[in-house]
Each structure stands twice: as C-alpha cells, then as structure tokens.
C-alpha cells in the first residue's frame, strides 16, 4: 500500500495527514501550534511542521509528500537563502495604504486585465510595496520571494541556508502563485513587472510547475527521503481539492478567513477587487471572495457571552430567524471584502426585546452569513454556475450553523463529514504526483449531509441596510 502525506501551513497550526495514495483512506494524523500574531517568522512554521510530523508518528514510509499553505504571505529571502524578516500574513494590514497606492497608479481596469485581481492588503504584491516604502534596506537585499507553502516545499527539498538546493529550485502551483498579484491565473505567466512595482526591483520567484508535477524529492530527514514533493498549493485551491470540487461547486469555508470560491473554466475579471481571479490546483480557475471575519466573529462573541462554542450554538438556536431585528456587521478585524481596512464591527437595531444573549448569539451567525452570502452573489456577477454550496471549515458542524447557513444562503448546504481539507487536498495532490494522469484520483468523501431550511432574505436585507451605514461613515 503506496501512503502519501498531506500538509496544512496554516495561520493557527500545522496539521499532517497520511492517507492511503489509491483510496484516500486517513491512516494516521498529526498537529502542531503556530504563535499568534499577523506577522511570523518561517523558522516557526518548520518547527511546527517537525511537531507535527512527529505527532503523525513519522513520515518514513510515505511515497509522495505535498504541501498546502496559507496563501499571500510575504517570505523575503537574501542571495544565500536566509529569511530577511519575520513575514507578512495575509492578515496583516499594515499594507492597506500600499494596496491603494498601486490601485491608485495603474488603474483597477488595468489590474485585473493583467493579472485577474486588484490589490489589497492581503496580497503578496501590497506587502512587496510597504516593505520598499517602511523597510527600504530590507527591501534592497531580497534576492527572491516566495510564499509560506513555497518555503516550506523547498524546507522539505533541503532548501535554505547550508542547504542542498539554492533558490532557483524554489517551485509553486498557479493556485498559490495566482494571490500574488504579480501572476495572471489567465495566462500562466509572472509580470515581472508588477513585482517591480511591489519591490521596486526583481527578484527570483518561484518556478511554477503543472498540478501534477513533481517538485523534486525530500532531501531532509522530516520524511521519507527521496519521496516525491507534490507542487503544493494555496489553502483555498487545496481544499477545493480536499473536498472534490468540481464545475459548479461553490466552497464555504469558515475559518480564521471566510472564504467563497467556485470551480470555474473562465478566469475572474473583476475591476471592483471584490472576486479575486485565482487559480485551482486542477488547471482550472477559483474566483474567490475573501472576509477577513469568520470564525473570530464566533470566537469573540463565545467570550463576551461567556461560553464555549457549544453554548453559544444552543442560545443562537434559542432566538427567532432575524434576532428580532438586531444585525451585526462583524467588522471586527477591519475588512477586506468590502476592502474596509480601518472598519470596526458595529450593531444595530438593539431594542428591549433584543438585548438578549441569545440574540446577540444569532445576530452573530447571522452576520458571519450575511456577509458569506454578498460573496456568493459576486460569483454569480461572474459568470459561474452555482449548482450546490459545500460548507467547510471549523465551524461547519455547528448545530447553529446547520440551522442558519441554509437559511441567510437560500439554499440547500452540503456538509461533508469532519475533516483537514486543506492536508486531505495536498495529500491527494501528491497521490496524483504519484500516479500520474490529467485528473487527481478519484478518492470518495465520506459521511457527506444535506441540510436545509426555509430561506429567509429579509435577514439579508436587514444586514445589507446596516453594512451601508457603515460604509457611510468611514
């Protein structure tokens, strides 16, 4: 039996899983922590991934290997590999102001024609930019740049200072390489010049390999050496394929980010940045609409309440469709979709009859899908076809959720069963590696359920009416 592994580089942890490479069958799993904060050096993540690793009981026997990671991250490296700063997450803001400096000098049209997304703070090219405007000396020494799967793929391939592999056996998939905002998903080709525009000179980047590609082999001790390095993807396009996805698929994730995207066979061109035109890990496109409140907005009003996750589920449920007309706009991080930055969260309608916790509880689910369901929408304006939404993420088992994201949707959700999608998508990635073949192995999801409940848009309106004034008042 052929055993591959899976990695999720996420924002919170590290998780692996071993999976049987021809029946996706799970064989064993493992996890670590990564340190808080917006900003973190790569060192920790391949801590966490050799904790990981050893919580999975080894990767000695696996053939294959791939990683997924979170995507945009800013990993800046100097001409003998060593990591110049600590980088940059998706989540970090600081680039606002950079992102709309380089709207501002090119034009959104002009960005999304070339490159199929129109800057944010989230994106690899608007952090490029603060670090030539706040850290000019850093920015003077990149020699290359990469992302946190990236990094962590050429970590595996004996990348790194004193290493085997210099930078230009740094490698990456078109999913990831598609949020940079320096790669068209469109074309398949890097524009260099907007990496100059970022930067303010070039730099090496990684090579971009097919999704079935192999990216070499392990050259360290972590696992397996010789095993085949997959291409690794995005955490989006890696879950897309953790979960089947296909044509007419739209994933909800609800996790440190809300994330809606859909398998596609046209690129996203979106000049209003609210679709970002990325890339899957198939060879197709995943236009993609990002809040940076999702799971957070749980976690905060649990703890405000003075609950676990459990309790705050059971008094959501205790409340009616609507709270009552109490609505939460859970900017509480800022935003990124709408691309509110310096937005703070903010809630209305609060009357004598609302002023409950279990209200509170429901205007929290409710404003969390609210805002899911504005990405839907986006999709649609987009062109592709939305035959059934697939809810992952931490939250999805939530009775709460179940109850209300059918409800603020308008439509049927399906809940595939418990999962690491992100590891189950790098780990299906490197059994194709494995096998070869245009598609990934047909692995089949278990426990999979339809949920439903009657549709109720006056929520949506509601919401619509309060996210307005805040946008007014910014």
Known sequence: MALVAGVDSSTQSCKVVVRDAATGALVRTGRAAHPDGTEVHPDRWWDALQSAVADAGGLDDVDAVSVGGQQHGMVALGDDG??????????????????????????????????????????TVSKLRWLRDAEPDVAARVAAVCLPHDWLTWRLAGGGPGGSAGLDALVT???????????????????????????????ALPRVLGPAESGGAVAVDLARRGA?????????AAAALGVGAGPGDVVVSIGTSGVVSGISDVAANDPSGVVAGFADATGRFLPLVCTLNAARVLDATARLLGVDHDGLARLALQAPTGADGLVLVPYLEGERTPNLPDATGSLHGLTLTSTTPAHLARAAFEGLFCGLAAGIDALVEQGVDVRRVVLVGGAAASPATQAIAPAVLGCPVVVPAPSEYVADGAARQAAWVLAGGDEPPA??????QTVTAEAAPQVRERYAVAAAKVVDRL
């Not at 905002?181 to 970022?198: H, I, K, N, P, V």
């Not at 692995?443 to 999979?448: K, T, V």
């Open 228 to 236: 085949l390095l997959g291409p690794g993807s995005g955490d989006n």
């Open 82 to 123: 060593q990591v110049l700063r600590p980088a940059l997450l998706w989540n970090d803001t600081r680039s606002a102001a950079a992102a709309a400096d380089l709207v501002a000098e090119r034009g959104a049209q002009a960005w999304a024609d070339d490159v199929g997304v129109v800057p944010v703070a989230s994106f």
């Open 173 to 203: 998939d078109r999913g990831d390489a598609s949020g940079t905002g320096y790669f068209s998903a469109a074309t398949g080709q890097y524009r260099r010049d907007l990496l100059e525009a970022g930067l303010g000179h070039d730099a």
């Open 443 to 448: 692995w089949q999801l278990q426990g999979e």
